[in-house]
């Protein structure tokens, strides 16, 4: 026993710490997947028997108005929800100075990101509050006619992105600042000899530095837009009549309080093919890069 | 390495047998346990029920109970979910079609020898229909809701108003109310319910109870002339502009306070208005029931049942029913509707010192028949698309025949 050990260890001792994670997240995340997708071919209530209809939830989707609706609202989602690592970047540079009171100030920067979705919800519900809250108040004030932002369907889905994206700016701000306090300072110091400063400094000796960096950022926001669920059912429960619906929520709803398990795991297939290309695209660029490293 | 630390080893045993012991020790001190899953989770109903439970577990030694309450919007999400996986001893929940729901799927036990046992059948008589699935009882009636508009007396005395008793009236006062800068009718449909009385009142007002019970059966179509006109005469208020401006912001409760300020007049809702609101503004809000609109149609009320059932998966199903025997006493049924401003589902009660909750249970008598709430008497899925529609229609009176053909639609497909 002892000499297998002895002469095995080198691998044995990695798989052996993997089994578990590795278990839990074929049993958790793997073995969940593919049972949803599994359930999309039925018509199940949840409690019931399930009755077989193939492709018939993927068909009745692509022909419910409501699906292109949540489609369109996390294609909005996606884009808009890229701001943040920009937004993100600016304040890590603009708070990586040595001040003495930064300390302060980046602890209030990072508060966005400790409080939970929901409470950031419900607080936003209540700033946009067409009578009381703090947004009407101003309209109010500069004598304009307040909005009712998340009562117009036109509006409701930017007015969520915007409290999701104050805690996700926060997210990335605490990224790029681990990232701008890993840089060179040499190499900076040669480039203001060199004479650069300003934006060329930025663009071309900061910013390839970052470069892992913004790629992690990227990535979490993706995910962290297609994901969003919290947000949209604490502060319109999907409404107005359906236009703030994202893939998530509409999953949601479906299952819970329509009794249709495999019309929602229809959607949450969906939601998976869309996340699956953004994965395999992670993938793809890390293996690449891992490549190169070891050339 | 275990060789050599030993004292780890030791260690290690010690722990074991030390859990073990806890372990033991707490099955031999463990008691008979009721679990309850609540909604009823409103400051006074709370309070009536953890006495009804301390009196219980006073009158029987050896039992403990344990509330699990919850606010009532996420109880519609979890009861879903504990109902199969973690079923309490006792849950409560509305009777109608949303019970339906659960027993047609097996989630609940039949209770029809515990009413014939404790002799219930008679007392709550009326409320039978609505806990009944398939000629077996399935939930116990607790209290019963009832519903019309609550306004607000200063206001209604400036603009120089009266209850109005039929629709006409109802529509000058809303008139007048505008006219002096106030919302006649103020709601909040974020959460999405607090529609569904003024497409219930209106249908069962124009078109009876029996057309009413065979929409949300899924028998009569949403496109029917007569669904029609009852969206004209809602849509005919709407576009006047008598509602609340941006309803779907607020959630029902949210839109209380327009009320009990004087910036609304009138609120179609439920007890709750005053179970929202502080005491001393109680004296200040007065009831009146929705007013007749078609003569011919006699008067038909919105009565909603609520209930408690004993799930099928429960484990101590004995002790639930006692409990449930212990609840159905007339003192602790009045106790805990008085307290949630609703009244006990028993015929055979009457509430002395409450002369609002007397004046209601004269309401719900004086009703020659009624439904519970729509989405309480139609399918569940129904009723979710049923309500965004009524959510849409609020805010865009004008897109009356698309909605109609999505409810449609949607009728089609799920009561095919």
């Known amino acids: 026993m002892k000499e297998f050990w002895g002469r095995n260890q080198a691998w044995l001792t990695p798989f052996l710490l993997l089994l578990l994670p590795a278990g839990l997240f074929l049993l958790v995340i793997v073995s969940s997947t593919v049972q949803s997708i599994w359930l999309s071919f039925f018509d199940w209530d949840g409690t019931g028997p399930k009755s077989w209809v193939g492709w018939g939830n993927y068909v009745e989707l692509f022909d419910d108005p409501q699906f292109w609706v949540s489609l369109k609202n996390n294609v909005i989602w996606l884009v808009l929800f890229l701001l943040a690592p920009v937004f993100g970047l600016a304040l890590a540079l603009f708070l990586n100075q040595r001040l003495p009171e930064m300390r302060f100030v980046k602890s209030v920067f990072f508060i966005p990101l400790v409080l939970a979705h929901v409470i950031i919800g419900v607080v936003f519900t209540w700033f946009y509050d067409p009578t009381f809250g703090i947004l009407a108040l101003a309209f109010k004030a500069l004598g304009l006619q307040p909005l009712a932002i998340l009562s117009d369907e036109h509006l409701v889905t930017f007015g969520i992105i915007v409290a999701a994206l104050w805690s996700q700016i926060a997210f990335c701000l605490v990224l790029f600042l681990a990232g701008l306090s890993q840089i060179d300072h040499e190499l900076i110091a040669a480039a203001k000899m060199d004479g650069a400063s300003g934006w060329r400094l930025f663009r071309h000796i900061v910013l390839p530095q970052l470069h892992s960096v913004t790629f992690v950022a990227a990535i979490i926001t993706v995910i962290m837009s297609l994901r969003n669920f919290d947000m949209i059912a604490v502060m319109t429960q999907g409404g107005p009549y359906g236009s703030s619906t994202v893939l998530a929520y509409q999953m949601y709803d479906t299952t819970i309080f329509s009794f249709r398990a495999g019309y929602g795991a229809a959607i949450a297939t969906i939601l998976f093919l869309i996340m699956s290309v953004y994965i395999a695209w992670f993938l793809w660029y890390t293996l690449r890069n891992e490549a190169r490293e070891q050339h | ?416």
């Open chain 2, 1 to 416: 390495m275990f060789e050599r630390d030993s004292s780890i080893r030791r260690w290690l045993v010690g722990m074991a047998l030390a859990s073990s012991a806890l372990l033991t020790a707490g099955q031999a001190q463990a008691q008979q346990t009721l679990t309850i899953n609540t909604d009823r989770s409103g400051a006074g109903q709370k309070a009536a029920f953890n006495k009804i439970v301390a009196d219980f577990e006073a009158a029987n030694p050896g039992v403990k109970v344990n509330v699990n309450y919850s606010d009532v919007e996420s109880y519609k999400t979890s009861i879903r979910n504990f109902l199969v996986t973690s079923p309490p001893d006792l849950a409560f929940w509305f009777t109608g079609a949303r019970m339906r729901a659960f027993t047609k799927r097996n989630l609940f036990a039949d209770l029809t020898p515990f009413f014939k046992a404790n002799q219930l059948n008679e007392p709550m008589q009326p409320f039978l229909p609505a806990v009944t699935d398939n000629d077996k009882i399935y939930m116990m009636p607790t209290n019963l809701t009832t519903w019309g508009f609550f306004y607000n007396k200063q206001v209604f005395e400036k603009a120089g108003i009266t209850p109005p008793t039929t629709w006409d009236e109802l529509m000058a006062a809303a008139a007048k109310l505008k006219a002096a800068g106030i919302t006649p009718f103020t709601i909040g449909t974020r959460d999405l319910w607090a529609n569904d009385l003024w497409f219930d009142y209106l249908d069962l007002r124009i078109n009876g109870l029996d057309f009413h019970m065979r929409l949300m059966d899924g028998k009569e179509k949403y496109t029917d002339d007569r669904v029609k006109k009852v969206f004209t005469m809602w849509g005919d208020a709407i576009k006047k502009g008598y509602f609340q401006e941006n309803a779907s912001s607020y959630g029902w409760q949210e839109a209380i306070p327009f009320l009990a300020q004087g910036k609304a007049g009138m609120y179609l809702l439920g007890p709750y208005v005053l179970t929202s609101l502080p005491a001393d503004v109680h004296g200040n809000i007065g009831f009146f029931k929705f007013p007749v609109v078609d003569p011919a149609v006699p008067n038909f009320e919105e009565l909603s049942i609520n209930g408690v059932g004993v799930p099928a998966g429960a484990k101590n199903k004995e002790l639930a029913q006692k409990f449930l025997a212990f609840l159905a006493q007339p003192d602790n049924m009045i106790a805990f509707a008085k307290a949630g401003a609703v009244i006990p589902a028993r015929t055979d009660v009457t509430i002395k010192d409450d002369p609002f909750a007397q004046s209601q249970i004269e309401h719900a008598k004086a009703a020659k028949g009624s439904s519970q709430f729509y989405d309480r008497d139609t399918d569940p899925e129904m009723a979710q698309i049923g309500m965004r529609g009524f959510q849409e229609f609020l805010a865009n009176p004008d897109r009356e025949a698309a909605i109609l053909d999505r409810l449609e639609k949607a009728r089609a497909r799920i009561f095919k």
